[in-house]
Protein backbone atom coordinates (compact mmCIF):
# COMPACT_ATOMS: atom_id res chain seq x y z
CA UNK A 1 0.00 0.00 0.00
CA UNK A 2 2.78 2.33 0.85
CA UNK A 3 4.61 1.68 -2.46
CA UNK A 4 1.49 2.31 -4.20
CA UNK A 5 1.08 5.81 -2.40
CA UNK A 6 4.58 6.63 -2.76
CA UNK A 7 4.42 5.36 -6.75
CA UNK A 8 1.23 8.14 -6.94
CA UNK A 9 3.25 10.84 -5.52
CA UNK A 10 6.21 10.32 -7.34
CA UNK A 11 3.93 10.35 -10.69
CA UNK A 12 1.96 13.28 -9.73
CA UNK A 13 5.10 15.35 -8.65
CA UNK A 14 6.35 14.48 -12.25
CA UNK A 15 3.32 14.81 -14.03
CA UNK A 16 2.94 18.36 -12.45
CA UNK A 17 6.61 19.16 -13.54
CA UNK A 18 6.22 17.83 -17.38
CA UNK A 19 2.89 20.34 -17.25
CA UNK A 20 4.59 23.33 -16.44
CA UNK A 21 4.26 25.68 -19.37
CA UNK A 22 8.21 26.57 -21.05
CA UNK A 23 9.00 30.10 -21.53
CA UNK A 24 8.65 31.76 -24.59
CA UNK A 25 10.40 30.45 -27.49
CA UNK A 26 12.80 33.14 -28.92
CA UNK A 27 13.68 32.73 -32.59
CA UNK A 28 16.50 33.49 -34.98
CA UNK A 29 15.34 36.61 -36.88
CA UNK A 30 15.30 35.84 -40.95
CA UNK A 31 18.15 37.93 -42.54
CA UNK A 32 15.94 40.21 -44.23
CA UNK A 33 14.44 41.81 -40.59
CA UNK A 34 18.33 42.28 -39.71
CA UNK A 35 18.23 45.86 -39.33
CA UNK A 36 14.89 46.95 -39.92
CA UNK A 37 11.20 45.82 -41.10
CA UNK A 38 10.72 45.99 -44.85
CA UNK A 39 8.07 48.13 -46.46
CA UNK A 40 5.08 46.80 -46.64
CA UNK A 41 1.07 47.96 -47.25
CA UNK A 42 -1.86 46.05 -45.56
CA UNK A 43 -5.20 47.19 -44.06
CA UNK A 44 -6.96 47.96 -40.46
CA UNK A 45 -10.14 45.95 -39.66
CA UNK A 46 -12.45 48.67 -39.04
CA UNK A 47 -14.94 50.50 -41.04
CA UNK A 48 -13.45 51.76 -43.93
CA UNK A 49 -10.41 49.38 -44.38
CA UNK A 50 -7.48 52.16 -43.65
CA UNK A 51 -4.33 51.69 -45.14
CA UNK A 52 -1.68 50.43 -42.74
CA UNK A 53 2.02 50.59 -44.08
CA UNK A 54 5.51 50.22 -42.36
CA UNK A 55 4.76 54.51 -42.30
CA UNK A 56 2.22 53.82 -39.80
CA UNK A 57 3.86 51.57 -38.01
CA UNK A 58 6.97 53.89 -37.99
CA UNK A 59 4.62 56.55 -36.45
CA UNK A 60 3.30 53.89 -33.88
CA UNK A 61 6.56 53.01 -32.73
CA UNK A 62 7.88 56.82 -32.46
CA UNK A 63 5.21 56.64 -29.68
CA UNK A 64 6.18 53.66 -28.00
CA UNK A 65 9.28 51.64 -26.19
CA UNK A 66 8.24 48.60 -28.32
CA UNK A 67 5.76 47.55 -30.80
CA UNK A 68 4.43 43.80 -30.80
CA UNK A 69 3.35 42.59 -34.22
CA UNK A 70 0.75 39.59 -32.89
CA UNK A 71 -0.03 36.98 -36.05
CA UNK A 72 -2.78 35.16 -35.65
CA UNK A 73 -5.60 33.39 -37.39
CA UNK A 74 -9.29 33.00 -35.88
CA UNK A 75 -8.64 29.19 -36.29
CA UNK A 76 -5.37 28.86 -33.99
CA UNK A 77 -6.06 27.90 -30.67
CA UNK A 78 -3.00 29.01 -29.21
CA UNK A 79 -3.65 32.43 -30.23
CA UNK A 80 -6.79 33.02 -29.44
CA UNK A 81 -5.22 32.16 -25.43
CA UNK A 82 -2.04 34.40 -26.22
CA UNK A 83 -4.58 37.45 -27.80
CA UNK A 84 -6.53 36.83 -24.24
CA UNK A 85 -3.75 36.99 -21.88
CA UNK A 86 -2.53 40.34 -24.01
CA UNK A 87 -6.24 41.70 -23.48
CA UNK A 88 -5.94 41.08 -19.56
CA UNK A 89 -2.11 42.33 -19.44
CA UNK A 90 -3.53 45.99 -20.97
CA UNK A 91 -2.57 48.11 -18.15
CA UNK A 92 0.63 46.62 -18.00
CA UNK A 93 1.62 46.73 -21.82
CA UNK A 94 0.96 50.62 -21.25
CA UNK A 95 2.68 50.46 -18.44
CA UNK A 96 5.72 49.36 -20.16
CA UNK A 97 4.99 51.67 -22.94
CA UNK A 98 4.41 48.61 -25.24
CA UNK A 99 1.95 49.00 -28.45
CA UNK A 100 0.55 45.74 -30.01
CA UNK A 101 -0.62 45.15 -33.08
CA UNK A 102 -2.61 42.01 -34.14
CA UNK A 103 -2.06 40.64 -37.68
CA UNK A 104 -4.72 38.34 -39.70
CA UNK A 105 -3.04 36.38 -41.35
CA UNK A 106 -4.65 34.57 -44.55
CA UNK A 107 -8.32 34.94 -43.84
CA UNK A 108 -10.52 37.79 -45.81
CA UNK A 109 -13.82 37.70 -43.84
CA UNK A 110 -13.20 41.01 -41.95
CA UNK A 111 -16.38 40.25 -39.83
CA UNK A 112 -15.16 37.02 -38.78
CA UNK A 113 -11.76 38.29 -37.25
CA UNK A 114 -13.65 41.77 -35.79
CA UNK A 115 -16.02 39.29 -33.74
CA UNK A 116 -12.62 36.83 -32.72
CA UNK A 117 -11.03 39.84 -31.58
CA UNK A 118 -13.86 41.56 -29.78
CA UNK A 119 -14.65 38.14 -28.07
CA UNK A 120 -11.16 38.05 -26.85
CA UNK A 121 -11.49 41.42 -25.56
CA UNK A 122 -8.69 43.36 -27.62
CA UNK A 123 -10.79 45.56 -29.66
CA UNK A 124 -8.33 47.86 -27.99
CA UNK A 125 -5.10 47.40 -30.19
CA UNK A 126 -4.62 48.03 -33.62
CA UNK A 127 -5.97 45.27 -35.92
CA UNK A 128 -4.76 44.56 -39.50
CA UNK A 129 -5.66 42.12 -42.32
CA UNK A 130 -3.03 39.98 -43.98
CA UNK A 131 -4.95 38.18 -46.65
CA UNK A 132 -2.04 38.30 -48.76
CA UNK A 133 0.66 37.00 -46.75
CA UNK A 134 2.40 40.44 -47.27
CA UNK A 135 4.22 40.62 -44.23
CA UNK A 136 5.43 36.87 -43.71
CA UNK A 137 6.26 36.24 -47.30
CA UNK A 138 7.67 39.98 -47.40
CA UNK A 139 9.33 39.78 -44.08
CA UNK A 140 10.85 36.63 -44.81
CA UNK A 141 9.44 34.31 -42.06
CA UNK A 142 8.59 32.28 -44.77
CA UNK A 143 9.03 31.30 -48.46
CA UNK A 144 6.28 32.17 -51.11
CA UNK A 145 3.32 29.89 -50.94
CA UNK A 146 4.20 28.44 -47.55
CA UNK A 147 2.13 28.85 -44.33
CA UNK A 148 3.20 30.28 -41.29
CA UNK A 149 3.62 28.25 -38.07
CA UNK A 150 0.93 30.66 -35.74
CA UNK A 151 1.40 32.30 -32.86
CA UNK A 152 4.34 34.52 -34.15
CA UNK A 153 5.18 37.60 -32.78
CA UNK A 154 8.33 39.93 -33.97
CA UNK A 155 8.76 43.22 -31.14
CA UNK A 156 10.51 45.95 -32.77
CA UNK A 157 11.83 49.15 -31.21
CA UNK A 158 11.13 53.23 -31.86
CA UNK A 159 13.01 52.68 -34.75
CA UNK A 160 11.32 49.64 -36.08
CA UNK A 161 14.67 47.47 -35.76
CA UNK A 162 13.12 43.82 -35.14
CA UNK A 163 14.77 42.91 -31.08
CA UNK A 164 13.03 39.28 -31.38
CA UNK A 165 10.36 37.23 -33.01
CA UNK A 166 8.79 34.74 -30.65
CA UNK A 167 7.69 30.99 -31.82
CA UNK A 168 5.73 30.07 -28.95
CA UNK A 169 4.11 32.39 -26.10
CA UNK A 170 4.91 30.27 -23.19
CA UNK A 171 4.81 30.93 -19.52
CA UNK A 172 5.96 34.77 -19.73
CA UNK A 173 3.73 35.61 -21.91
CA UNK A 174 3.20 39.20 -22.11
CA UNK A 175 6.17 39.79 -20.09
CA UNK A 176 8.66 39.12 -22.48
CA UNK A 177 7.46 41.86 -24.71
CA UNK A 178 9.00 44.62 -22.05
CA UNK A 179 11.96 42.74 -20.61
Given at each position: ??????????C??????A?????????????????S??????????????????????????????????????????????????????????????????????????????????????????????????????????????E????????????????????????????????
Amino acid sequence: MNRILLGALICFALCGAATAAPPSLKMDLPQTLSDSLPWFAIREVKENNPPFTRGHLAQMAAKSDRVAMVYFATWCIPCRVGVKKLAENGAELKKHNVQVVLVNIGERDEEMIRKWVEKAGASDFTVVGDPFKRTTEGFGLVNEGQEISLPRTIVVDKNLKPLFMLGQEGSDWPEVLWK
